[in-house]
């Protein structure tokens, strides 16, 4: 089949001949239909997040299921699927709770094994791991909710806890924080939504974002979104990842807010210097985001299927599996706005 692949760090990924996956027992093989370029594949390709040479990356997809390992009961050929970033061994205490995005045991196509910039991409566990699609919800879309989205939504649903007319502030608008937004406004919030680029913040607006903040001066912009909000934001999102984004954040809130660190953190920048005397005194919330297990998916997908939330608004781009190297160097520099999704 063919694939995605890349032999270095940073070395543009080419398309070459791979072996199809093979389908160990409680696994399914699924043709890759559609899947999108996310910034975490770009982590991985850049060395942030170290993976085995050669490297198929890819973690957001959508497809169908073209082989069943043996126990498989809940998946079957020909199903219309998709996964969770995460998949969770099936077996343990946290996966046994419905908490697979934390398990200790997890696999993650694209990272620890091969991912679906390819024809067919191998998810373990299926039973556990694997979310049959509603027919409501085509591929492209639904290659957007494995990762940005579902970590969007479970990022302000559970962990920001945004009631209606309660105020979320989403410092960075790409794939998840566009996400957010759009979950934001589903759920009733009002949200402000921050970043440096005029053109992403455009783009928020359109999906709904109540306030816009240029935040190339974050000191300004943690003022603007206090007074926007009368006093600061319910719950607050870091949707990029960054130590001095992730403490405006914190800054942004109200007293009893919650931030939710959504951007992964890596190497040096694990070590952040979060205001912990803000954190303290106003009794906030600090709280870590890893995406979103398979049983909790049903929810969002209801919303999507009855048109409350459209991921689809989110996708600006799909390309074909040749253009896949290019779009995830290309996330080298900052670009338009929305996901780009590939189809193999
Ligand atoms: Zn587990
Ligand atoms: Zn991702």
């Known amino acids: 089949m063919r694939a995605v692949v890349f032999d270095e760090v940073g070395q543009v990924p080419t398309v070459r001949e791979v072996p199809e996956p093979e389908c160990p027992p409680g696994a399914v093989v699924v043709a890759v239909r559609a899947t999108g370029v996310c910034r975490s594949d770009w982590h991985a390709w850049r060395g942030h997040d170290p993976v085995a040479l050669p490297h198929v990356p890819g973690h957001e997809l959508a497809g169908e299921v073209v082989r069943v390992g043996d ?4 998946v079957r050929v020909g199903d219309r699927v998709t996964v969770p970033f995460v998949c969770g061994c099936g077996v343990c205490d946290y996966c046994r709770a419905g908490d697979a995005q934390v398990c200790p045991d997890q696999y993650q196509p694209g990272f620890t094994g091969p991912g679906s910039f390819a024809e067919q991409v191998m998810l373990p566990a299926a039973d556990t791991n694997v979310v049959v699609l509603p027919d409501e919800v085509g591929f492209v879309e639904a290659a957007a909710l494995g990762c940005r989205f579902a970590t969007a939504f479970r990022a302000v649903q559970v962990h920001g806890r945004v009631a209606p007319g309660q105020w979320l502030a989403v410092f960075g608008c790409g ?11 589903a759920l009733g919030a009002r949200v402000v939504a921050l970043d440096v680029s005029p053109a992403a913040l455009e783009r928020a607006a359109e999906l709904g974002a109540d306030e816009t903040v240029d935040a190339a001066d974050l000191d300004a912009a ?5 007074s926007l ?3 600061g934001a319910h719950a607050s999102l870091d949707a990029i990842g960054s130590p001095t984004v992730a403490a405006a954040s914190v800054r942004s809130l109200r007293r009893r807010g919650r931030h939710v660190q959504v ?3 890596l190497g040096a ?7 912990m005397d803000l954190v303290v005194a106003h009794e906030l919330e600090v ?3 890893h995406g979103m297990a398979a049983v909790d998916y049903p929810a969002m997908l209801d919303l999507v299927r009855r048109g409350e939330l459209a991921p689809a608004a989110l996708v600006s781009r799909v390309v ?7 779009a995830l160097a290309a996330l080298d520099h900052p670009g338009p706005p929305g996901i780009t999704v590939v189809q193999p």
Do not use: N, W
């Not at 126990?71 to 809940?74: I, P």
């Not at 794939?175 to 406004?185: D, E, I, K, Y």
């Not at 943690?222 to 206090?226: G, Q, S, T, W």
């Open 320 to 326: 074909e599996l040749e253009q896949a190297g290019a």
């Open 263 to 265: 951007g992964l953190l």
């Open 71 to 74: 126990g498989v009961v809940r």
């Open 222 to 226: 943690v003022a603007r979104v206090r």
């Open 287 to 289: 709280l870590g985001s």
């Open 175 to 185: 794939g998840v924080g566009l996400s957010a937004v759009l979950v934001g406004r």
């Open 229 to 231: 909000t009368d006093g």
């Open 269 to 275: 920048d694990a070590a952040t210097g979060l205001p």
